[in-house]
């Protein structure tokens, strides 16, 4: 198994374009980072879980393309250029732009800080790939701005999901060498672990809060 791709049409709710793009249709990974990175067996499939339109660039997930979030709160090509423009986006590498684009325009829609932490997210990911510490550093400080919004404001989608959260902003403060808010946030996981089933995340941050005490990044 390795990833598959599907090539799918899009009309562009912006520009009203039509066109085509490749789709991730499923991938596999054997192990994961300690920020949940997957080590994707195969092409690498973070490229493609967003869809961009050739003409404006807007940049959402494919489902975003027809869903009715998008007309209650309308993005505008003003909007996509003002954010391309900015002087962060324009550092980042290509792949990693996209995903910083598309969490933009969640937060200019008012998402759920969840999503909008997990494209952030997925954004540093890339720049790990590339290389590029600064950019990283750049999107962990928002991805752990927003999944730390998610977990006080509850908007996890999935309540079992709650530890896994709080695990990963402590993991993504321990990662920008914040050793006391890492501290803090590992050490809440064990309230929240409810069942034996969530016990890995529990031993994943005694592991990683040990490691936030006794050795440099
Ligand atoms: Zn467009």
């Known amino acids: 198994m390795s990833t598959r791709f599907q090539e799918k049409s899009f009309h ?3 520009c009203a374009r039509d066109f085509r793009a490749l789709i991730v249709e499923s ?4 192990g994961q980072d ?3 990175y997957p080590h994707y067996i195969g092409e690498d499939p973070l490229p493609y879980f967003l869809v961009q339109c050739p003409d404006c660039q807007y940049c959402a997930y494919p489902d975003d393309f027809t869903s009715s979030e998008f007309s209650q709160r309308p993005i505008t090509q003003a909007m996509i250029r003002s954010i391309l423009g900015q002087p962060l986006a324009r550092k980042l590498p290509r792949h990693a732009q996209r995903y910083y684009l598309a969490a933009k325009l969640y937060e200019a829609q008012k998402r759920n800080p969840y999503y909008i932490g997990n494209l952030y997210l997925r954004g540093s990911w890339v720049c790990r790939q590339e290389e590029d510490r600064k950019a ?3 999107l962990q400080q928002l991805a752990v701005k927003f999944l730390r919004q998610s977990v006080e404001m509850s908007t996890v989608v999935n309540p079992d999901n709650l530890p896994v959260v709080t695990y990963l902003v402590g993991e993504l403060y321990r990662r920008l060498e914040d050793k006391a808010l890492a501290r803090e946030w ?3 996981v064990e309230e929240l672990v409810a069942d034996t089933e969530q016990q890995w995340v529990l031993e994943l941050a005694k592991k990683q809060a040990e490691l936030n005490e006794y050795f440099l990044n």
């Open 136 to 138: 990283e550093i750049e």
């Open 27 to 30: 991938v596999s990974h054997q």
């Open 34 to 36: 300690s920020d949940f």
């Open 12 to 14: 562009c709710p912006v």
């Open 186 to 188: 590992f050490g809440s």
